[in-house]
Structures are given as C-alpha cells and as structure tokens.
DNA sequence: TTGTAGGCGTTATCAT
DNA sequence: ATGATAACGCCTACAA
C-alpha cells in the first residue's frame, strides 16, 4: 500500500501538499495538483483511515450497538440508520450486545476506542446512571428506543406502553373478554412497558388479569409457539391474544394451528412492531406500527446535524404508535 | 481519555513497560505490573484501538461486506459470523453494497482502509476478475455465496442450480406440470444459477418453459406479489409456483389469497433459503434448507483459523442444499 | 502557494 | 526486567 509519502515524493512536493490536494483544506496550484493526482492515480494510493483518523482525531464512522444482528427489527434500525450516512460518505461500526451487560458495556468501549464520531445505542441492560454519564463523556451519543428523562434530548423513543395499551384496547373493543399476552423477555424495559399497556387496558374494561395470563416469550416465532403450549397445557379459555411482537404473534399462529384453533377466525391475534412481513402473513396481521427504521433514519439525520454540521431538514419528529387493522383480530359483534 | 504515556507517568514508569503488561509480550516484575495496573484503574484508561492498529497493523476486526443491513438472509448470516468472531473477542466493520458496484468497491475500499485484517465477502456485481486480484493483496479475503473457480479455496458456497433443480423436481414429483417460477433480479448470480436448475429440471421432465413463466421479482414480498398480479393478467393456467427464495414465496401466497386461490391447496409453492419463519408461515412452506448462518460460521472459522491462528475444529465442510417438505407443496396424486 | 516539523497513542527494536 | 526511541501514516500549525 502506498503512502502519502510515496505520493509527494512521485510527485516533487512535500507530503503537506498531497495532503492540501486529498482535503481541499487550503489552496494549491492547478499545477501541482494535477501532478499529485496523477502521482496517487498511478500509485493506486489509497488513504489509510487509520492514520486520518488518529492524527484527526475523527473518523468519519458512526458507532452502532444493537442486540443482534438478525432480526427484522434491527434490520430495520439499521437499514434506516445506513441509508442516511451513506449519502453522507459516513460509514457505520456495529456491535452487538447480546443483551448481556459485559457485551454492550464492551461493544460501547470498543466503538469509542475506535474514535466513532458519534455512537446510536440501542441498548437493553445498561443503566440509565451509566448512559447518563456516558452522554457527557466527548463522544455525542443517541439513544435509541428508550426514553430516559434526564437526557431526553437524547433519546428516539416511542411510547411502548400507550402501543401495547392500543393494541390491547382493539382486542376488547372487537369484543373479547377472555385475553391473553404473550410478553417479551421480562428483563427488557420494552416488554415491561408493553405488560403495563396490556394491563391497563384490561383493568380499564374492568377485564380481570391474571399473572398466568402472560407468558414470557423471547420475542422470536418459538415463544410464540412456547406460549400456545403453555396456554393449553393450563386449559385456560380464551378468545384472544395480545403479543409483544409480530414474531411472537407468527409463531402463535402456526402453533394454534396445531391445535386446530384458527387464527382470526377462533382466536384473535395482536401483533407489535408492523414489520415488513406483517402484511403478507396468513391471516394478515393486525398489529401497532412501530416505525423504527423512521426512527433510525432520525438519529443517523441528528448525527448529521450535530455532529457533521450536514444540514439536515429533520422533520419535526414525534413518534407514535398506530393501530394497523388487518385480519387477524375479528370482531365478535359481527 | 487517559493515554498509556500518563499511565506510565503515575506508575513511574516507562511507557514501553505499560505496554508490556498490557499485551503481556515480556516479562514484567510483579510489583511493576501491579503498580502498572493500579495506574491503569486509577485513570479509567482504555486503549486507543486507532493507535494500536496504526502501529501493528492489526486490528482485530474482520470486515463484512453484505448487500444490505436488513432482511432475514443477511441477518442470518451477518450473526452467524459475530457469534463465532465474538468468542475469540475480535470485532466486525459491516459495509453494505447495494448491489451496486461503486459501493461494493468503496465498501471494500474502506474495509482495507481500516486495516480489517480479513475481509469477508458476499458481492454481487463485483467481477470475478476483480475478486480474484483483491485475492492477491495483502489481506486475506473469503468469499460468501459465490463460486470462483480460481480461487475456490476461497469461496464458501452451495450449489444454487441444484438447490433449484431440487425445488422443482420436487414439485413436479407431486404431479405438477403447470410450473411458473418467480426469480430474483437477474443480475444476481444466485438467481440466474436458480433460473437455470429450475428450466433443467423441467426440461429433465419433458415440460415446456417459456420465458413468460419466468417472473423477475426483487427477492421481496412485493416481488413476490407483483408476481402474481402479472401471471394472473397473462391469464396463465398454472397449479405451482416454485419461488427463487422465501420472501418471494411469502408474498406471492399472501396475494395468491386475494384472487381467491388458496396456497397450498389450489396452488403448490415452493420457496428457497428456509428462512426462520418458513415454518411459521401458513400453509407451511415447503423449501430448500439454503444454511447461510452455518456458512457464515465457516467463514468466520476460516479468518480465526488462518489469520489469528486460533485454533479452529473446522467440520469437513460441504454444503448441500437440502429438500424440506412441509405444506405448500400439494401432492396432486393423493 | 508550498515546505518543515511536531504530534496523534501505540508497538517494537535496541540498548542498558 | 526496564527504558529510550524510532516507526506507523497522516494532519496541522507555523514558517518561508
């Protein structure tokens, strides 16, 4: 690999010039920039980012922590937070968390050890004390898909509870009595805010909610299928279930199925999050649209903004859940 | 941020001796490296990864270049190289390449800029020229879905033309001789390789193929469902459709539902890949087992193994694409 | 407009 | 066992 040395000296100039030509940082005669252009071209000198960003002290990369890599969820993140740094020529560094504190406190280490610019954190079991102090630390962070009140400026969040309270309410509102929930990992704050949801809008309709009534899934197709297991295995009755995702919500389905309960037709189905299958799925999914590729795409604009100085037309952004009525959730009173 | 210079200035030491603890490359008295590590505590001090690369050039990160951020395939594949990479603490870069060349390049480009000590490839347009010369450089590249003969010790791959000719065999095992196929954008690889196994296969069974029959989608559900809005309006008679992945699948059965022909029963599908929630979706998809996670694990098993010398119990590994039946695919003889 | 030289935070090679 | 002191490849005042 050629260096910058290589270049200025093919060229007859001091290194100091090649790299006045690489930057646009001052003026350098056409002359001569021509023959350090020529100098690189024949050289197939390409900079190290390495050495920019050392001496620099920036980067030009956006660190992102997520859960995991798979997933349509994070897919989505990501995807959003991609498509605008890339028009920008910013690249993204991504760790995942594994949900595991040591995971996501190293994950975090490591992005800022490699001088990111900036971090967008979707994290699941770090404290809000140790995002708060990080927030002060000299490294710009955004906080996705949390909402914690001493730096909310900071944080891209939507109202987890109110979704999960929406969702709920459709169910009662189509007529069901007898509802069940199938959460996430009780360990997350999302699932936690979408149980409360849940149970507000039951005490709410005077429906009794028992702690058997929720089962605690992983948010993938098989603590769908777990729950369904469960819930007949308790010979419990019901006509209806609020899920806490559209996987859990998939994987209930088929498994009902097994059971020879037709989804939509017997029972009920709520989905959360609206992802991009959730309309092709059989019945199609009622579920709460969460926009979180929007979101992404948010957070990769303020980057932009705060942190690049790239004007960014950021629309005045609040983020809300909405019911999406399909078929998965048929009304009794018909 | 604390640097190894201050670290050695409160331990009193130098700070090659810091160093030494650090990486443990020599013998370091026990009370110095006590003093050294108190030191290090004492200032929060967390090393400067830019640094450590630009002088050993290393970096303990291997780049993945993938098309996109999102969807199952990429996902499946991206977590199954973290999780192997993750054990032995080495870190990823993802760039993505949005099928088009200038970002697979610059991607690549920048993968290499950063010292990625190897680089983990699934290209789309790329040449094989192109591929086999970055081969040649100075950082070790492996090859993902793709077959390059010159470099196929290079390349982890599977046969896509069997995988395919597999698929409709199968279908047309179960009676079927009315096979439309949807594949995916033409300028991939993977789906002209699935074209070709699916037009041996019929003409293995004396059925004709005509390019009509022959769907470009975009390996999405959308994809799937513009597929069948065109067959329905060429007024095709047809009772199976064999789709070059499930995405495809899941689409076309959804929107199969709207012109009132039931999946599964009216319509025989077949998918491709078998993603996670071909078991979930209803009917049951059936489909050929495509193990990318397990595909990405070998690569990332490739890169410890002869880059960072760990060793690897690397399985003899042959992929194969492999029939799953489920329900989609109905046997018109029975 | 162009060149010189110090610095970014480590590693690594010599000495001692 | 420990300490100087060059690299590593680039940026950036400061000079010229």
Known sequence: ????????????????????????????????KLKVEKAMLDLGYKPNSVAISLAS??????????????????GSMMNGIESELTKQRKHLVITAGHNVEHDERAGIDFLKSRNCDAL?????????EYLIELSQGDTPIYILNRHIPEIAERC????????????TKHVIKAGHT????????????????????????????GLPV????????????????????????????????????????VGAMARLRDFDKIPGEQIAIMGFDDMPFADCTYPKLTTIRYPIREMGKLAADYVLKDVYKVQQKIPPSSFEPTLVIRDSVLNLSK
Chains 1, 2 share one sequence.
Do not use: W
């Not at 967008?120 to 809000?128: F, G, K, Q």
């Not at 891209?156 to 969702?167: E, F, K, P, R, V």
């Open 57 to 74: 002290k920036r980067s030009d990369c956006v660190g992102i922590l997520v859960t995991q890599l798979d997933g349509m969820f994070f």
């Open 210 to 249: 028992n702690e058997s009534h929720i089962f605690e899934g992983d948010y993938g197709h098989s603590g769908g299928a777990a729950a369904i297991d469960y819930f007949m295995q308790q010979r419990l009755s019901f006509t209806s279930i609020v899920c806490a995702n559209d996987h859990l919500a």
């Open 1 to 32: 690999m050629a260096t910058i040395y290589e270049v200025s000296k093919l060229a007859g100039v001091s290194l100091a010039t090649v790299s006045r030509v690489m930057n646009k940082t001052a003026n350098v005669s056409q002359k001569t």
């Open 120 to 128: 967008i954190i979707h994290a699941e079991v770090l404290s809000d």
């Open 178 to 205: 007898e509802v069940l929930h199938i959460s996430g990992p009780r360990y997350r704050k999302d699932a936690q805010e979408r149980i409360i949801g849940f149970k507000q809008a039951m005490y709410e309709a």
């Open 156 to 167: 891209i969040h939507l109202d987890n509870q109110y979704g999960s309270y929406l969702a």
